[in-house]
């Protein structure tokens, strides 16, 4: 399949409103789910004490399922899901970087020509926040979309619950 081939079909896809069933624009995910519970599962840590005010570093740890994928944080093609961290605004608590590991390549077999790059196994991603004074229970979220060699479940958002504490 070409790479205009895919954008057209994407396109397509993008016009029936079925864009959470992109399967790396080759399948329209069936509505079984692949796995039972999360595909993407927060590890640690549960708690922080950071210097309030003071932007400083987390390390954020994060396992994909056995048997999954999920896009890298900049995957090859515009139509794939990237993985993104947040934190809501109100939560005590700035989100002032992040720094997303490299992806690893993969190919599927369906389509061997194209590179995917993807999170697989256990992967971290190196954060900056700044906290107010105080504790602060904060849900901040990891976006992400989860396929196994030949389709994709829908996008999902994951809540990643942090402890933060501004001292």
Known sequence: MTKMTKKIGCAAILALGLVPLLAHGQNIAQSRPLVKGDAVQYLFPEQVTLPAGKPSPVTLHFRVAQGLHINSHTPREDYLIPTTFSIPDGSGVRLDGAVYPAGADMTLPIDTKTKL?????????????????????????????????????????ITVPIDVIGK
Do not use: M
């Open 117 to 157: 790059s993807v999170y697989t196994g256990e992967f971290a991603i190196q954060v900056r926040i700044a906290p107010a004074p105080g504790n602060h229970l904060v849900e901040a979220k990891l976006h992400y979309q989860a396929c196994d060699q030949n389709q994709c479940l829908p996008p999902k958002t």
